[in-house]
């Protein structure tokens, strides 16, 4: 079993910043892309921003040069700053991990409870 812990959501104003992180536990073996995805009311969950174990980090054209995504792999932990935050920015964020477990022998996704984001003033 593998459990992701989320934190950094938040209510901020236009303009503000926020930082939002991810923690990974349990029976994992290795991790290969981490991501975070956000999903606003009555839209479909899109992808924000993405780093592989090794290669090029996909961000959203939306958020290009406003967000930043890291990863510790020591932790198992991937976070997200977001600068100039706008209101479109308002979401659900998630992360999303690929782990292999221990035990299972392949590779699984796996989702974190999401963390609410605000932009307004």
Sequence with gaps: QVQ?????????????SLRLSC??????????????YRQAPG????LVAAVPS???IRYAESVKGRFS????DAKNTVSL?????????TAVYY???????MGSGRWQSYWGQGTQVTVSA
Aim: net charge negative; charged share 15%.
């Design 95 to 101: 992360c999303n991990l690929d782990v292999f477990t």
């Design 81 to 89: 700053q977001m600068n100039s935050l706008k209101p479109e920015d």
């Design 54 to 56: 090794s290669g090029s």
């Design 23 to 36: 923690a990974a536990s349990g029976s994992i073996f290795s991790v290969n892309a981490m991501g975070w």
């Design 43 to 46: 839209k479909q969950r899109e």
């Design 69 to 72: 995504i890291s990863r510790v």
């Design 4 to 16: 992701l812990v989320e934190s950094g959501g938040g209510l901020v104003q236009p303009g503000g």
